[in-house]
């Protein structure tokens, strides 16, 4: 055989040994597995000048959290300061899937790109007189992330509770 030929083929199995585990590693590591969750309490504030979720500046929250087999886990958000008062609102939005990597709960819209295929609207509107309440648990571990646009016209402040049922 000529020595180019087994010098070509030696270049492919390398660059296919390192680079395929490579692009596995990078996709795999786009969202990350949490353990069970601990219980949360906390708030968060923001100010925004935008609604539109797809652009990329808006500010975000996200609660990311892991539920165990056959636990239930109820999770609350409440808005405790709304632009827009009674007429304020932003809407809710899940990832299946455990997202963190914003700061303290926050993050920018744009940071969302590369998963924003598989963020679903929870079909939910958060108003000051309206908390978002949902449960969560299955008999098999799951992960999820809620996403809720800080909505626009002056500062928001939401109470995030994530309770074991």
């Not at 108003?127 to 800080?150: D, L, W």
Request: hydrophobic share 40%; glycine share 6%; charged share 15%.
């Amino acid at each position: 055989m000529n020595e180019k030929k087994i010098l070509g083929l030696v270049a492919i199995v390398i660059v296919v040994a390192v680079g395929l585990p490579t692009v596995f590693f990078l996709d795999s590591s786009n969202t990350s597995t949490q353990l069970p969750t601990k219980e949360m309490d906390f708030v968060v504030s923001a100010k925004s000048d935008c609604l539109r979720f797809l652009n990329s500046s808006v500010p975000t929250f996200y609660v990311p959290f892991t539920v165990a087999a056959n636990e239930n886990w109820q999770l609350t958000v409440n808005c405790t300061k709304m632009p827009g008062g009674a007429n304020g609102w932003t809407d809710v939005y899940l990832y299946k899937g455990y997202w963190d990597r914003g700061s303290n709960n926050t993050c920018k819209a744009g940071d969302l790109y590369p998963i924003i295929s598989d963020i679903q609207n929870a079909d939910f509107e958060i108003k000051a007189n309206q908390p978002y309440i949902e449960t969560f648990g299955a008999s098999t571990e799951q992960s999820y992330t809620v996403f809720f646009v800080v909505p626009p016209g002056g500062p928001s402040e939401f109470h995030v509770a994530l309770k074991q049922l």
